[in-house]
């Protein structure tokens, strides 16, 4: 039923506090959501190329999750069991073993942390150094890992970094990622010489932290070599590798994992946004079982392990990864966003493509342009967002199970967008 938002733009405005940030791009007020479309308070339908920043991977209010959790609450299931021993936290670890660690030939203990993603980066970095017994960690320009202040340590973003107050962000080296420099520089030669240099003043590391493919940093996507050489640089200098898979982990680039490609075997992988299938809270750090190393209760949280998550984290599990079909589906819904965003590309001056998978955009060359190709594609039907480090980057994360109707609308909406906001500057320029 369509009402008046005005009330409640309001209350937002009087009390919730100015971190708000993603709504200050939507101006309206979402009542439902199902599949791959929000509704809003005045019945306009919006096709949702943000899927909760790649938390809703299998889109809104999945049926089969849905009928799960339902299910749950009404035979009065466990809500909330701190780390105790549950019946559904042993189905859904039997999950993931047997749809994701077995198939991959992969052994890891897996830790339940706090319900967000920056926790599970704070517990790696701090089981890192525990097992090593150094504090410099790697960390490489453009990457993203949280706001809290271990993790934002590791964050190369100056406006993100800002919000720590002045508060020290200290013992991380940050390393130039693949391609920073440029194509005709090799970032692996340049990470070993600095590391190989007892004169450069880089101390040795705890641990090396990177993500597959940058999510908030604006798309880039690291290729095998590379990956494969920051694996084979931490080997040799005694230092753990772990990836950060949060955004682009859980089949958001193709494969389960971004990285599988690459065949690397991290020390620690985190996991978080889409791990619960439904958008709950919930992340994890997946640990090599040698460095399990943690005495009981040497990391922990009221809130490590959400029982409603292992229910619909579960069921996403045996629904969509006992087989290769959803995989494949995925992959071919890829190339059907990259010829997309290569038409969109091929109207923007300069514009170029991004990322890799479902985890695709187009670099409009500044985030003036690229905000207003946002904007009006919101004023035309579709949700999107920008990253990157000046907010250059158009970034489609559409929910993986996106019908391809659906798809393609949402890219031509785009296209639209981008044409209005080309011919809009072409003519301000004139």
């Known amino acids: 039923m369509s009402t008046d938002m005005s009330a409640e733009l309001e209350i937002f405005n009087r009390r919730e506090s100015e971190a708000r940030s993603y709504c200050r791009s939507f101006e309206t007020v979402f009542t439902k959501a199902s599949g791959a479309e929000m509704t809003g308070a005045d019945d306009k339908t919006y096709i949702d190329f943000l899927a909760g920043c790649s938390s809703l991977n299998y889109g809104h209010n999945d049926p089969d999750m849905k009928e799960a959790l339902i299910a749950h609450i009404a035979d009065d299931g466990i809500a909330h069991g701190l780390d105790m021993y549950t019946h559904e936290k042993a189905r859904f670890l039997k999950a993931y073993e047997d749809n994701i660690l077995k198939p991959r030939g992969m052994d890891y203990k897996v830790m339940m942390t706090g319900p967000t993603g920056t926790n599970a980066v704070e517990a790696a970095m701090k089981l890192a150094r525990k097992v090593t017994g150094r504090r410099n960690i790697v960390a490489f ?126 020390d620690m992988i985190t996991q978080a946004k889409s791990l619960s299938g439904f958008g709950l809270p919930f992340a994890a750090l997946l640990i090599k079982p040698e460095h399990d190393i943690w005495k009981p209760a040497e990391h922990n949280g009221t809130f490590r392990g959400n029982t409603h998550a292992f229910v619909t984290g579960r069921v996403a599990l045996e629904k969509f990864w006992a087989d290769d079909g959803f995989q494949n589906d995925v992959q071919h819904k890829s190339a059907i966003l990259t010829t997309g965003l290569q038409a969109i590309a091929e109207i ?54 996106i019908p391809e109707e659906t798809l393609r609308k949402g890219l031509n909406i785009l296209l639209d967008a981008a044409r209005d906001v080309t011919v809009q500057t072409k003519v301000a320029a004139e």
């Open 141 to 266: 320009t453009n990457g993203f890992h949280g706001m809290t202040m271990g993790a934002l340590s590791l964050t190369g973003n100056t406006g993100k970094r800002g919000g720590a107050g002045g508060g020290s962000l200290s013992d991380v080296t940050h390393m130039p990622f693949e391609g920073a420099f440029g194509d005709d520089t090799d970032t692996l030669a340049y990470l070993e010489m600095m590391l190989d240099n007892s004169s450069s003043g880089v101390d040795a590391p705890a641990a090396f932290i990177f993500e597959p493919v940058q999510g908030e940093g604006g798309l880039n996507a690291a290729s095998d070599e590379w990956m494969r050489g920051v694996a084979r640089i931490a080997k040799k200098h005694g230092a753990l590798l772990i990836v950060d898979d949060i955004q682009s982990g859980c089949g958001r680039t193709g494969t389960y994992f971004a990285f599988e490609s690459a065949g690397i075997v991290p």
């Open 348 to 401: 923007v001056p300069g514009a170029r493509l991004k990322g890799r998978g479902m985890m695709q955009g187009v670099d409009v060359g500044g985030g003036e342009t690229a905000s207003a190709i946002c904007a009006r594609a919101f004023e035309k039907g579709l949700i999107i967002e920008t990253s990157g480090a000046d907010d250059e980057v158009v970034k489609v994360l559409a929910p993986l199970t």
